[in-house]
């Protein structure tokens, strides 16, 4: 944490609201401002299959989320192809179809925006997005035209949670987020951070401002987020968004020359090593969901089932996380 600055903290309270309250002025005279629309993650009856996946307190608000989202980077990146975007758009309806909601992006996965856009433009479902989406840019004072144009991308009247990817120019951009939750222009904010990387960054972050999501990696060999970040987000009152549950694949991959161990089956009802990869990371306590990344519908069908059925305990979670680890 040395040398970590944290100027929205130490300046005076009065400032820092009028500041907030000119920001706030500013986001609204944007083209197309993020005003007075509907909030396309409003809670509602949902799809009947939601009925039965489990579901996740948002700690600051309450309201409870599908534990298993649908992450973008890479898989959503398919460009202008007719037949890619079409097969992205069959994902985005068997996941929301399926009771999922949390879906996340942001402006460095390509045209994983855009693609994402069109495919809600198609959706005629009972399924209701969660739009998670992060602010990417350099100076942070082009932040608020981003995200702008992000949200034109999605096609959606706001976002349900915007964070700071990354964390490039988070000094900046976290006032710019607190100013729109503040203004009704988001419903929720937080950061980011993937592969280990800044953690203490994260975790200062986290003990110095009112964020309500924080973004890490996490699975059954990446597991260092267990030691500080996750019994700090669940001190504070903050939600835990997981990515690269599966390493991009890569742990899956070598998961799969071995056999499932039967107790996951008859236990959990585990019907692969996905499922056993989800139930171990969304049955902690302080995580809120897991976002994994999947271009086919199987896989998306599969990965909601891991919210479903029994989930691990305590003494359960250390015995799948020593299994893997001696593979």
Not at 197 to 225: K, S
Not at 229 to 245: D, F, H, K, S, T
Not at 295 to 319: E, I, K, S, W, Y
Request: aromatic letters at 6%.
């Amino acid at each position: 944490m040395t040398g970590l600055r944290m100027p929205a903290c130490e300046a005076p309270v009065q400032s820092r609201r009028g500041a907030l309250r000119r920001l706030s002025a500013a986001l609204a005279a944007l083209p197309g401002a993020l005003v007075g629309g509907p909030a396309v993650g409003a809670p509602g009856s949902g799809p009947p299959a939601a009925a039965d996946l489990l579901h996740k307190p948002v700690p600051s608000s309450g309201e409870r989320l599908p534990a298993v989202g649908l992450g973008t980077w890479i898989t959503f990146n398919v460009g202008a192809d007719p037949a890619a975007r079409a097969s992205c758009a069959a994902v985005l309806n068997a996941f929301l179809d399926g009771g999922g909601r949390v879906v996340d992006s942001s402006p460095m996965y390509g045209s994983a925006q855009a693609v994402i856009g069109d495919a809600l433009a198609r959706y005629r479902g009972p399924g209701q997005v969660y739009a998670a989406d992060k602010v990417w840019v350099s100076p942070g004072a082009r932040g608020p035209e981003q995200i702008e144009a992000s949200r034109r991308l999605w096609g959606l009247p706001r976002f349900d949670l915007l964070q700071v990817h990354n964390l490039l120019a988070w000094e900046a951009h976290l006032p710019t987020l607190m100013a729109m939750k503040s203004a009704g222009q988001i419903r929720h904010m937080g950061i980011s951070t993937s592969e280990g990387r800044r953690h203490a960054a994260v975790e200062a972050i986290m003990q110095a401002h009112p964020i309500d999501f924080v973004q890490v990696t996490y699975n059954p060999l990446d597991r260092e987020v267990e030691q500080r970040i996750l019994p700090l987000a669940a001190e504070r009152g903050i939600g835990v968004i997981v990515n690269r549950p599966f390493r991009q694949g890569a742990l899956l991959e070598a998961l799969a020359r071995h056999p499932l161990p039967a107790w996951a089956r008859t236990e959990l009802g585990c019907d692969g090593w996905a499922q056993y990869v989800l139930k171990y990371v969304i049955s902690h306590p302080a995580v809120t969901c897991a976002i994994p990344a999947t271009r086919q519908v199987a896989h998306v069908r599969q990965n909601l089932g891991a919210a479903r059925g029994r989930m691990p305990d305590a003494a359960t979670r250390r015995r799948m996380a020593a299994h893997v680890a001696a593979l």
